[in-house]
């Protein structure tokens, strides 16, 4: 700013902020859907990412049991050949990338700021931003169905069938820009979570006091960030290939067949552990609280996740054993991939030794904790034999495979967040989700699970071909299939079996009005030392954090003889959610406008180019209106009554408060 003697000076900071008039003001008040909509807060948005996996999750799920109803029987009529390979490659798309990592995303966004003691995410609006591309790279995924057709190469679409001459539909098309949003998203949510998780914690929430779920959070994202511009650089070329005339995958052209094979696998590999390792991360949440235990070797169990994180890129090619890769890279795959299954057992044991001696109580989340891992573990031992490549070159595009994977993703990774669902319900919507009926939903999703991919190892070693949409009778195939058809009926009952549990548990809090204590669970982090549900600005004063699971060594001591005592009582510890002072950020239309223009440009590439114009102008605009909107909306409705000065960004939301002052409210 000039001063009188024409000389600059810097000011003071203080100056009365300035409110943009007319589409570039910042939303105040945030009633309705409006509110969902603009929402920059971290819990809304996990929960939108929840509900959105659900809504994919059914898409999914109904294709599954299109496939299980084609295979009941030889001679299936119930699909052609053309439409089973779009719906079992959209299916397995829609369930990796719309349903399971979105599902992982929705922990994370809802619980990190949490469990480490922060406000928000580092990056409010590129929280939101994040949603709202995920959610647009499923429509336009999706609308392939509206608009001609899915994709029908697998969901690894391999070249050269993924190329215009074998696809000349636009099925491939629309996965492959699907995806490559999906991706953008991905990447926003790794830079912002990894950003919250490094700079953001708690005074005294050092990084070996963190919990083992942000843990692995942190792991997942670091792969997330190198993993997924290895696929989106493929897609790219494939792109450039299919719609103007680039030779990238096109071996009569001279290119190398397992050019994409590579890259996709480079990414496919680690995108396993993507996925299953927040499943870990909750699972060694909940083991403990109801084996009322401290997790076991919990440096294990961090370094463990680490070690996985790394080796997980050292594996890729045991996908391409079967593709002519020569003895010593098979060789040299076949003994990485053994030795990833060392961190990975060693998970396993720690979560037996938590268990080992607890005073075990089998609440719902606890079931889905064990069913986690005697699933995974099923899977991973299966999962083993492919590291022999002899018995790999056997079992590979067998339904052996099929098992498999399942096993390892959906007994792994959906049984864990199925339990996280029921164990953190209470902290997310202020009441419980019933016990009773969670309990006989388990049963049903377990015998269900294993009635449907069980067989389906007995059917890979008859040497029933993955992928096939029919086989003829007197193969042996006939019985295995019906009781695997029988079981994903089962799956798809306990699921809807699920919303109707979720549904009655919503309609039985509104007519008891029971309140719930911030700590239905007596747990042990300190996401559960704040009311059910989380107050609007989660802390009243941002808690010093002084040992792994503060919150339970607030509540529980050893008397002389080392035996576990009460010390306080939980609302004496707790935090009373009443505070009114606390800044949040304001809401923003610009991550919903600027994600609404990226289907269109995705659409123009595919059809006509005047639709990107129309989605840049949607793109372009809203960075514009993101780049001079203010920080926060000084008229509106924040948090709090005080002024404070403009010119901060958002993740001012983070508030540092002193040690004595904490410990006064604790007090």
Same mark, same amino acid.
């Given at each position: 700013?000039?001063? *009188?003697?024409?000389?600059?000076?810097?000011?003071?900071?203080?100056?009365?902020?300035?409110?943009?008039?007319?589409?570039?003001?910042?939303?105040?008040?945030?009633?309705?859907?409006?509110?969902?909509?603009?929402?920059?807060?971290?819990?809304?948005? =996990?929960?939108?990412?929840?509900?959105?996996?659900?809504?994919?999750?059914?898409?999914?799920?109904?294709?599954?049991?299109?496939?299980?109803? #084609?295979?009941?029987?030889?001679?299936?009529?119930?699909?052609?050949?053309?439409?089973?390979?779009? /719906?079992?490659?959209?299916?397995?798309?829609?369930?990796?990338?719309?349903?399971?990592?979105?599902?992982?995303?929705?922990?994370?966004?809802?619980?990190?700021?949490? +469990?480490?003691? $922060?406000?928000?995410?580092?990056?409010?609006?590129?929280?939101?931003?994040?949603?709202?591309?995920?959610?647009?790279?499923?429509?336009?995924?999706?609308? $392939? %169905?509206?608009?001609?057709?899915?994709?029908?190469?697998?969901?690894?679409?391999?070249?050269?069938?993924?190329?215009?001459?074998?696809?000349?539909?636009?099925?491939?098309?629309?996965?492959?820009?699907?995806?490559?949003?999906?991706?953008?998203?991905?990447?926003?949510?790794? /830079?912002?979570?990894?950003?919250?998780?490094?700079?953001?914690?708690?005074?005294?929430?050092?990084?070996?006091?963190?919990?083992?779920?942000?843990?692995?959070?942190?792991?997942? +994202?670091?792969?997330?960030?190198?993993?997924?511009?290895?696929?989106?650089?493929?897609?790219?070329?494939?792109?450039?290939?299919?719609?103007?005339?680039?030779?990238?995958?096109?071996?009569?052209?001279?290119?190398?067949?397992?050019?994409?094979?590579?890259?996709?696998?480079?990414?496919?590999?680690?995108?396993?552990?993507?996925?299953?390792?927040?499943?870990?991360?909750?699972?060694?949440?909940?083991?403990?609280?109801?084996?009322?235990?401290?997790?076991?070797?919990?440096?294990?169990?961090?370094?463990?996740?680490?070690?996985?994180?790394?080796?997980?890129?050292?594996?890729?090619?045991?996908?391409?054993?079967?593709?002519?890769? =020569?003895?010593?890279?098979?060789?040299?795959?076949?003994? $990485? *991939?053994?030795?990833?299954?060392?961190?990975?057992?060693?998970?396993?044991?720690?979560?037996?030794?938590?268990?080992?001696?607890?005073?075990?109580?089998?609440?719902?989340?606890?079931?889905?904790?064990?069913?986690?891992?005697?699933?995974? *573990?099923?899977?991973?031992?299966?999962?083993?034999?492919?590291?022999?490549?002899?018995?790999?070159? #056997? #079992?590979?595009?067998?339904?052996?495979?099929?098992?498999?994977?399942?096993?390892?993703?959906?007994?792994?990774?959906?049984?864990?967040?199925?339990?996280?669902?029921?164990?953190? %319900?209470?902290?997310?919507?202020?009441?419980?989700?019933?016990?009773?009926?969670?309990?006989?939903?388990?049963?049903?999703?377990?015998?269900?699970?294993?009635?449907?991919?069980?067989?389906?190892?007995?059917?890979?070693?008859?040497?029933?071909?993955?992928?096939?949409?029919?086989?003829?009778?007197?193969? =042996?195939?006939?019985? %295995?299939?019906?009781?695997?058809?029988?079981?994903?009926?089962?799956?798809?009952?306990?699921?809807?079996?699920?919303? %109707?549990?979720?549904?009655?548990?919503?309609?039985?809090?509104?007519?008891?009005?029971?309140?719930?204590?911030?700590?239905?669970?007596?747990?042990?982090?300190?996401?559960?030392?704040?009311?059910?549900?989380?107050?609007?600005?989660?802390?009243?004063?941002?808690?010093?954090?002084?040992?792994?699971?503060?919150?339970?060594?607030?509540?529980?001591?050893?008397?002389?003889?080392?035996?576990?005592?009460?010390?306080?009582?939980?609302?004496?510890?707790? +935090?009373?959610?009443?505070?009114?002072?606390?800044?949040?950020?304001?809401?923003?239309?610009?991550?919903?406008?600027?994600?609404?223009?990226?289907?269109?440009? $995705?659409?123009?590439?595919?059809?006509?180019?005047?639709?990107?114009?129309?989605?840049?102008?949607?793109?372009?605009?809203?960075?514009?209106?993101? /780049?001079?909107?203010?920080?926060?909306?000084?008229?509106?409705?924040?948090?709090?009554?005080?002024?404070?000065? *403009?010119?901060?960004?958002?993740?001012?939301? +983070?508030?540092?408060?002193?040690?004595?002052?904490?410990?006064?409210?604790?007090?």
């Amino acid at each position: 700013m000039a001063t *009188t003697d024409g000389t600059l000076a810097l000011g003071s900071g203080a100056e009365a902020p300035v409110r943009p008039m007319g589409v570039f003001a910042r939303p105040g008040a945030t009633p309705g859907w409006r509110g969902w909509v603009t929402s920059v807060d971290h819990k809304r948005i =996990g929960i939108m990412y929840g509900a959105a996996a659900l809504f994919f999750f059914l898409i999914g799920g109904f294709e599954a049991l299109l496939i299980r109803l #084609q295979l009941a029987a030889p001679e299936g009529k119930v699909l052609s050949a053309d439409l089973y390979n779009q /719906v079992y490659t959209m299916h397995g798309t829609t369930m990796i990338f719309l349903v399971v990592m979105p599902i992982g995303a929705s922990f994370m966004n809802y619980l990190l700021p949490l +469990q480490i003691g $922060a406000r928000d995410v580092a990056f409010p609006r590129l929280n939101a931003l994040s949603f709202w591309v995920f959610l647009a790279g499923g429509i336009v995924l999706n609308s $392939a %169905w509206l608009l001609g057709g899915g994709a029908d190469g697998g969901w690894f679409n391999y070249a050269p069938n993924n190329g215009v001459m074998f696809s000349p539909t636009h099925g491939i098309d629309f996965w492959n820009m699907g995806l490559i949003i999906t991706g953008i998203s991905s990447l926003l949510g790794a /830079v912002n979570l990894i950003t919250t998780v490094l700079n953001m914690r708690a005074p005294g929430m050092t990084l070996m006091r963190m919990p083992v779920f942000t843990w692995m959070s942190l792991v997942t +994202q670091f792969m997330l960030l190198f993993a997924i511009p290895v696929l989106t650089s493929a897609q790219f070329l494939l792109l450039f290939d299919r719609l103007f005339g680039a030779r990238f995958f096109d071996v009569s052209m001279g290119a190398d067949p397992l050019l994409w094979q590579h890259l996709f696998w480079i990414f496919g590999h680690p995108e396993v552990y993507i996925m299953i390792l927040p499943a870990f991360g909750v699972i060694s949440e909940m083991i403990p609280v109801f084996a009322r235990k401290p997790i076991f070797g919990y440096p294990f169990m961090v370094f463990s996740g680490i070690a996985i994180g790394f080796m997980g890129w050292g594996v890729w090619a045991h996908h391409m054993f079967a593709s002519g890769l =020569g003895p010593i890279s098979v060789a040299a795959f076949a003994t $990485a *991939t053994m030795f990833i299954a060392v961190p990975t057992g060693v998970k396993i044991l720690n979560w037996l030794a938590t268990m080992w001696g607890g005073k075990l109580k089998f609440d719902t989340p606890l079931l889905y904790s064990v069913g986690l891992v005697t699933m995974f *573990t099923i899977g991973g031992l299966s999962g083993v034999t492919h590291a022999v490549a002899p018995s790999d070159t #056997q #079992q590979t595009d067998t339904y052996y495979i099929v098992a498999h994977f399942h096993y390892v993703l959906f007994g792994g990774a959906l049984f864990g967040f199925v339990g996280a669902w029921y164990f953190w %319900w209470p902290k997310a919507f202020g009441y419980k989700l019933s016990e009773f009926h969670g309990k006989v939903n388990f049963w049903i999703l377990l015998i269900g699970f294993n009635l449907t991919f069980g067989p389906m190892h007995i059917l890979g070693l008859q040497g029933m071909p993955r992928r096939t949409y029919t086989y003829r009778d007197g193969y =042996g195939f006939n019985f %295995w299939n019906l009781v695997s058809t029988i079981g994903a009926v089962m799956i798809g009952a306990s699921f809807l079996y699920f919303f %109707w549990i979720i549904w009655s548990s919503w309609r039985r809090s509104k007519v008891e009005a029971v309140v719930l204590s911030g700590d239905p669970w007596d747990a042990r982090g300190i996401e559960w030392m704040i009311p059910c549900p989380t107050p609007a600005h989660n802390f009243d004063v941002t808690p010093t954090v002084h040992s792994l699971d503060d919150f339970w060594h607030r509540k529980y001591g050893e008397d002389e003889n080392g035996n576990l005592v009460r010390i306080a009582a939980t609302e004496d510890v707790s +935090q009373k959610g009443d505070a009114t002072d606390v800044h949040l950020p304001s809401p923003s239309y610009w991550p919903i406008v600027l994600a609404f223009g990226m289907p269109f440009i $995705a659409w123009g590439l595919i059809f006509n180019l005047w639709f990107c114009v129309l989605g840049a102008i949607c793109v372009v605009g809203a960075i514009y209106g993101w /780049v001079i909107e203010p920080s926060t909306d000084p008229e509106g409705d924040h948090g709090h009554p005080d002024d404070h000065p *403009t010119g901060t960004d958002d993740s001012s939301a +983070q508030v540092e408060v002193s040690a004595p002052e904490e410990a006064a409210l604790v007090d």
